[in-house]
Antibody, heavy 119, light 107 residues
Framework: QVQLQESGPGLLKPSETLSLTCSVS????????WTWIRQPPGQGLEWIGY???????KYNPSLEGRVTIAVDTSQNQFSLRLTSVTAADTAVYYC?????????????WGQGTLVTVSS | EIQMTQSPASLSASVGDRVTITCRAS??????VNWYQQKPGKVPRLLIF???TLQSGVTSRFSGSGSGTDFTLTISSLQPEDFATYYC?????????FGQGTKVEIK
């Protein structure tokens, strides 16, 4: 079955750029919306955005201007880039794959990776 | 942005209790609601999609209902493994948004 695995630095300084990669195994990337979600420590879930395998993107307006999601279907990967990070960006970052039903329930999640922003 | 407001924020219940969690959307979203369970330190797990459809492999103790703006997640008979935080999520319109969560604790 499809598995997702996040990778990237776990510690950043304020103003740096967060870059994470999600490796997809066990299935095709075609036709799906590849999604990033984050969860600050002790808090709830926040949708960051998604990219369709065709390249179409949607981002959370709260992060618009700082966030970029890209996909490389040939490498079975998609990525997250968040610029000018602050302590408020400290969170567990999940990559995820919603189902293709019209309700896009998120049934497949990566294990999550904690990114801490601290000077 | 569509706001999803869950209530209560937390509840204490005993094994065997019937538990109901409510989620209200700031505008009508038809049945575009999904529910997740998250245990401490773990990845969220999909329970229900399309407001009332049980995800494959999820026990029938869980059920969902609602349409429009008001939705409920019900656990018919709470079991020890059900103590967790539950989130609703709307997928009607981006940005997809989650409720703030309901923590179900042991009484």
């Amino acid at each position: 079955q499809v598995q997702l695995q996040e990778s990237g630095p776990g510690l950043l300084k304020p103003s740096e750029t967060l870059s994470l990669t999600c490796s997809v195994s066990g299935g095709s990337m075609i036709y799906y919306y590849w999604t990033w979600i984050r969860q600050p420590p002790g808090q709830g879930l926040e949708w960051i955005g998604y990219i369709h395998s065709s390249g179409t993107t949607k981002y959370n307006p709260s992060l618009e201007g700082r966030v970029t999601i890209a996909v490389d279907t040939s490498q079975n990967q998609f990525s997250l880039r968040l610029t000018s990070v602050t302590a408020a960006d400290t969170a567990v970052y999940y990559c995820a794959r919603p189902d293709t039903s019209g309700w896009y329930p998120i049934s497949i999640w990566g294990q999550g990776t904690l990114v801490t922003v601290s000077s | 942005e569509i706001q999803m407001t869950q209530s209560p924020a937390s509840l204490s219940a005993s094994v065997g209790d019937r538990v109901t969690i409510t989620c209200r959307a700031s505008q009508s979203i038809s049945n575009y609601v999904n529910w997740y369970q998250q245990k401490p330190g773990k990845v969220p797990r999909l329970l229900i999609f399309a407001a009332s459809t049980l995800q494959s492999g999820v026990t029938s103790r869980f059920s969902g209902s609602g349409s429009g703006t008001d939705f409920t997640l019900t656990i018919s008979s709470l079991q020890p493994e059900d103590f967790a935080t539950y989130y609703c999520q709307q997928s009607y319109r981006t940005p997809w948004t989650f409720g703030q969560g309901t923590k179900v604790e042991i009484k």
